[in-house]
């Protein structure tokens, strides 16, 4: 039986069924270790990024042990934001790895056996309806300043704004409202695959959709085939 997916970049998100009704609020500081690392490992996506377009514009293909590097990456961004305020969505602390883990965060990009040449160069430019988007939901739109400094103290972005909502639905009742969660991780879907698109590491072109759940949407061709398995 042969499985079709809707996208070569899976985002997968599992919900944690008793989360802490406060730790959300100090996730952050713990988190710190992970921002330092992150700080340099997204420093040196860039770079590789850019490197591994100069290949793919004389090869056609994505050097394998980059393309590891970069997805790499991206999976730490997903777990930790997953843990943090992209989503609140678990209290396991995230592991210090590029490997992909069982941890309840995981992200994932089919390695192309070839890709165009020619749209190296013109990525960025059919991505931009998407970039605008992602640029709208990942901006800050609150920042707050302390008064006796002048210096920023803190942003939020509308992602950031619908986390902290959920957060504190959390504080107040205990629970994580269900569709609030659904809708954040189909938010992070979409970036993830526009980063995907841009960083080289597909041909796929983004769909304009909102995929929200936790998990990737099945196609048709799944649905028969789980359903043609099934007893009757």
């Known amino acids: 039986m042969t499985t079709q997916i809707t996208s070569p970049v899976q985002l997968h998100g599992r919900f944690d069924p008793s989360p802490s009704?406060?730790?959300?609020?100090?996730?952050?500081?713990?988190?710190?270790?992970?921002?330092?690392?992150?700080a340099v490992l997204n420093g040196a996506f860039i770079l590789v990024t850019l490197a591994s377009g100069i290949v793919i514009l004389f090869t056609g293909r994505y050097p394998r042990s980059l393309f590891d590097f970069t997805v790499g990456v991206l999976r730490w961004n997903w777990r930790v934001g997953f843990y943090v305020y992209a989503a609140l969505g678990t209290d396991s602390y995230p592991p210090f790895t590029l490997r992909d883990t069982e941890y309840p965060a995981r992200f994932d990009v089919a390695y192309p056996?070839?890709?165009?040449?020619?749209?190296?160069?013109?990525?960025?430019?059919?991505?931009l309806?998407?970039?605008?988007?992602?640029?709208?939901?990942?901006?800050?739109?609150?920042?707050?300043?302390?008064?006796?400094?002048?210096?920023?103290?803190?942003?939020?972005?509308?992602?950031?704004?619908?986390?902290?909502?959920?957060?504190?639905?959390?504080?107040?009742?205990?629970?994580?409202?269900?569709?609030?969660?659904?809708?954040?991780?189909?938010?992070?879907?979409?970036?993830?695959?526009?980063?995907?698109?841009?960083?080289?590491?597909?041909?796929?072109?983004?769909?304009?959709?909102?995929?929200?759940g936790a998990n990737e949407p099945r196609t048709a061709t799944d649905e028969r085939e789980a359903e043609a398995i099934l007893p009757s």
């Open 129 to 212: 309806p998407h970039v605008a988007i992602v640029i709208f939901v990942m901006a800050n739109i609150l920042t707050f300043v302390p008064s006796s400094t002048g210096s920023s103290g803190g942003a939020f972005s509308i992602v950031n704004v619908l986390a902290v909502i959920a957060g504190v639905f959390l504080l107040m009742t205990g629970r994580y409202p269900q569709p609030l969660f659904d809708l954040l991780i189909g938010i992070n879907r979409w970036i993830y695959r526009v980063v995907a698109y841009v960083g080289f590491m597909s041909d796929v072109y983004p769909p304009f959709r909102l995929d929200t």
């Open 21 to 38: 009704r406060w730790l959300w609020l100090v996730k952050m500081v713990l988190a710190i270790p992970h921002f330092v690392i992150l």
């Open 113 to 127: 056996a070839r890709l165009s040449r020619g749209l190296v160069v013109v990525k960025w430019m059919l991505a």
